[in-house]
C-alpha cells in the first residue's frame, strides 16, 4: 500500500510538470476515485519471462499491473537495442548529414541544442507488442523534447532525385545473408531505419536529446534519437549517426528482412502473400489493471492509434460489450488514452476483452478478423487483447 500510495505522488508530480500534461489528462487516481484505498489484483495469465537468449535485447519491460500514471516514468520505459545499448561520449560525437545534398553537414550535439526546440508528448509501441508471449507491455508514454528534422534537411539542400532519407545508428552487429548456402555473405552493419522524403520531412519528427525533462537516458538513445509520433517503435531510431539522402530505396534488416509483416491473403479464392515494412501504429487498446476498492472494482486500460480513440469497450466473459468512460481529453492521437470502467465483479474466473474504435469510424480488430488470422508474422499485432482474471 505503502508503495502504491508513494507512486501516485510521484505519478501526480509527474503530471503537474506540464500544461500539456494537466490537459491531456493523466489516468485516474484510482485511490481518490473510489471510496478507501485500492489494492490492484494481478492478472492470472501473467506474460512468459523473456527467453534468456533476449534478455540483452529487451529491458525494463514493466508489468501493466505497475502502470499508475499516464506519463511512463524513464526508469519504468521499456528498452530495446538488437545490438547492445552503446554508451556515446557526447563530446567526441557527431551526426552527419549526408548524400544527396547540397551542403554536408555534421552537427555537434550544442548545435542541435541551439536550434528552435520542441516538445512532444508520444507513445511508442514495439510492434512486436502482443505478438510474442513474452511481450505484452512493450509501450510507454513520454514528454520528448529536441528540434524538427524537416528544416534541417532543408537548409542542407536536398538534390532532385533523393526519395529516401536512411537514419543510420551507432550500434552495428553482424548479419549473415543466405546462411547455410554457397552464397553466404557476412557483413556487419549498423542499425538502420529509412522513410521515403515525404514521411521524413513531415514537421513532427524530432531529433531528440531529452525525455521527460531529463537528457535522453542512454537505453534510449543518447545523446540524440529519433521521435517519430504515429510510427511504430522500430522507426525512432536510437543513437543516431548519419542521416543519408538517398536515390535508392534502403533495404538493410529492419526495413527488409527483420519486421517485415507476411499475410497470407485470400482475394477471390487465390492466395496473395503480402510482404510489408513495419510502420505507422495501428489501432489498439489494451486492459492494464483491475483495482479493488471498498466501493468495488476498477477496470483501467489504455487505447491509442493514428487518429484519437472515440470509444473504448469492453467485454467481460461473453457479456454485451460496455463502454468504458475515457479520462481527460486527448490532445493529440500521438498520445495514448486512458480509460476506466467500475465492475461489480462476481467472485470466479473471468475474461476481459477490450477494443478501441476511434475518431474515423475505425474499431480495432477482433483476433479472427482477417487483418490479424491472415497474419504469418507476430509483427503489428493489434487485435483484441483478452486477460484473464480470477475474483475471490
Ligand atoms: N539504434 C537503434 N534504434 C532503435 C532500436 C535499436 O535496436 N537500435 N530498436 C528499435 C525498436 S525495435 C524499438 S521498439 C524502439 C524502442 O524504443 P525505446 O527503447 O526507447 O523504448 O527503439 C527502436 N530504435
Ligand atoms: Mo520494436
Known amino acids: ?25 493523466a489516468m485516474p487516481r484510482t485511490a481518490a476515485a473510489q471510496a478507501g484505498p485500492a489494492l490492484v489484483v494481478p492478472w492470472s495469465d501473467p506474460p512468459e519471462p523473456v527467453p534468456p537468449a533476449l534478455s540483452g535485447v529487451i529491458q525494463s519491460l514493466t508489468p501493466w499491473e505497475n502502470l499508475d500514471s499516464w506519463i511512463t516514468p524513464n526508469d519504468r ?3 530495446i537495442g538488437h545490438y547492445g545499448f552503446p ?34 508528448t508520444s507513445t511508442i509501441e514495439c510492434s512486436g507488442n502482443n505478438g510474442l508471449s513474452f ?90 534519437r529519433l ?19 538517398s536515390a535508392a530505396r534502403f533495404m538493410g534488416r529492419f526495413m527488409g528482412r527483420d519486421y517485415v509483416t507476411v499475410r497470407e491473403e485470400n482475394l477471390g479464392g487465390r492466395t496473395v502473400v503480402t510482404e510489408t515494412s513495419v510502420g505507422r501504429t495501428r489501432l489498439k487498446s489494451a486492459p492494464a489493471r483491475v483495482t479493488r476498492a471498498a466501493g468495488g472494482y ?11 480513440i472515440a470509444a473504448v469497450e469492453v467485454r467481460i466473459d461473453t457479456a454485451p460489450w460496455v463502454k468504458a468512460t475515457l479520462d481527460g481529453t486527448q490532445a493529440s492521437a500521438a498520445t495514448w488514452r486512458s480509460w476506466h470502467l467500475d465492475w461489480a465483479a462476481a467472485p470466479g474466473e473471468h475474461t476481459v476483452t477490450t477494443r478501441a474504435i476511434d475518431q474515423g469510424g475505425n474499431t480495432q480488430p477482433a483476433m479472427d478478423d482477417p487483418s490479424i488470422a491472415d497474419k504469418m508474422t507476430y509483427w503489428e499485432s493489434n487485435g483484441q487483447i483478452t486477460r484473464r482474471i480470477s475474483i475471490t
Not at 99 to 116: E, F, V, W, Y
Open 1 to 25: 500500500m505503502g508503495e502504491l500510495q508513494r507512486r501516485d505522488v510521484l505519478a501526480q508530480a509527474g503530471v503537474l510538470a506540464g500544461a500539456a500534461l494537466l490537459q491531456a489528462g
Open 77 to 79: 520505459f521499456f528498452a
Open 87 to 120: 554508451a556515446i561520449d557526447a563530446a567526441d560525437w557527431r551526426l552527419e548529414i549526408a548524400g544527396l545534398i547540397d551542403r554536408p553537414a555534421s552537427l555537434t550535439l550544442d548545435q542541435i541544442k541551439a536550434l528552435p526546440r520542441h516538445e512532444v
Open 135 to 224: 511481450l505484452t507491455s512493450a509501450i510507454g508514454n513520454a514528454r520528448w523534447a529536441g528540434t524538427p528534422l524537416a528544416p534541417i534537411l532543408r537548409a542542407a539542400g536536398v538534390r532532385p532525385g533523393a526519395i529516401e532519407v536512411v537514419f543510420f545508428a551507432a550500434d552495428k552487429g553482424q548479419e549473415v545473408l543466405r546462411k547455410g548456402t554457397p552464397l553466404e555473405l557476412s557483413i556487419t552493419s549498423n542499425f538502420a531505419r529509412s522513410m521515403s522524403l515525404d514521411d521524413a520531412t513531415d514537421p513532427s519528427i524530432l531529433l531528440c536529446y531529452e525525455m521527460n525533462g531529463a537528457p535522453l537516458p542512454r537505453t534510449h538513445g543518447f545523446p540524440v
Open 227 to 245: 521521435i517519430a509520433p504515429g510510427w511504430y517503435g522500430v522507426a525512432n531510431v536510437k543513437w543516431l549517426r548519419r542521416i543519408e539522402l
Open 298 to 308: 476498477r477496470i483501467e486500460g489504455m487505447a491509442w492509434g493514428p487518429l484519437p
